[in-house]
């Protein structure tokens, strides 16, 4: 993936992973023209929970964290021009390190038509990210620098170009580990150093989003509490009765009615 950032009369540009253009896994559902998942580097492609709201130019979700856990960001261009993209994570651009607003203005990653990538950090310099991983807020990138404004949140913006330019092929990113509490909410940590070269293009965005994604991510345990995803048993389904084949077969008595054995 290209990444443009702008320095005065520069537009800094670095690979990252480029992946096939086949469909991605289980847990996609999202339309539009650009596809914004994370990525674990133990389990894959993370489900996706939807959000019980969001505004109709967005898409909102929660995925699943666990401490200590490193991950990508993979993001999929399903159109046939290019496109840029600015990408926040707790608030904060990857690429700059500074406050996002999700504006045309910042640094961006430059896809392809029908390009798939994956960004796995912080970029730290032209050749060099620094990995993601989920951990305590306190531990996090963003608590660094004193900005709690958007903890948890990765967000992408996606903007189309003016002038139609070409583009270019990309590199991959290793892994590593990492050990934090989960006592607090979570955020995203700034990890070991690796390789990632880059180079310089030419983007010129509208100045106007035309897709927003935000995807909060979550400890398994808040996500219960939240009602997002089931956890533990349900005591309101009967385990001899499946939800799912209520409709067939007999009916079991009405919640209120009762009867009482007569000797």
């Known amino acids: 993936m290209k990444i443009m950032q702008y320095f005065p009369g520069i537009m800094i540009i670095v690979s990252a992973l480029i992946l096939s253009g086949q469909s991605l896994a289980r847990g996609n559902h999202q339309g539009g023209e650009v596809v914004v998942d994370i990525v674990s ?61 999700l504006q045309s203005h910042e640094p961006m990653y430059i896809l392809g038509p029908h390009q798939t990538q994956e960004v796995a950090g912080w970029r730290s310099g032209r050749n060099q990210i620094n990995r993601f991983y989920f951990t305590g807020m306190s531990d996090s990138y963003a608590a660094a620098w004193g900005d709690h404004t958007a903890m948890g949140v990765v967000a992408a913006a996606v903007f189309r170009e ?36 880059g180079r310089e293009v030419h983007f010129v965005a509208q100045k106007r989003a035309f897709e927003k994604k935000f995807i909060k991510y979550e400890w398994r345990s808040t996500l219960c509490r939240m009602g997002i995803v089931q956890c533990g048993p349900d005591r309101d389904q009967n385990r001899f009765w499946p939800q799912g084949r209520r409709n067939h077969g007999y009916a079991p008595p009405p919640p209120s009615w009762s009867f009482q054995l007569r000797f």
Do not use: C
Not at 56 to 80: C, F, H, L, Q
Not at 162 to 187: D, I, L
């Open 41 to 101: 580097d133990q389990r894959g492609l993370l489900p996706r929970f939807d959000a019980p709201f969001a505004e109709v130019a967005e898409e909102r979700s929660y995925v699943i964290a666990r401490d200590a856990e490193r991950y990508s960001i993979r993001v999929t261009n399903r159109s046939g021009r290019r496109v840029g993209v600015v990408l926040a994570v707790d608030g904060r651009n990857i690429i700059s390190g500074e406050k996002s607003y």
């Open 162 to 197: 003016h002038q139609p330019q070409t583009y270019g092929n990309e590199k991959r990113y290793k892994k590593s580990g990492k050990s934090q509490a989960m006592r607090e909410a979570p955020g995203t940590g700034y990890g070991e150093h690796e390789w990632s070269p």
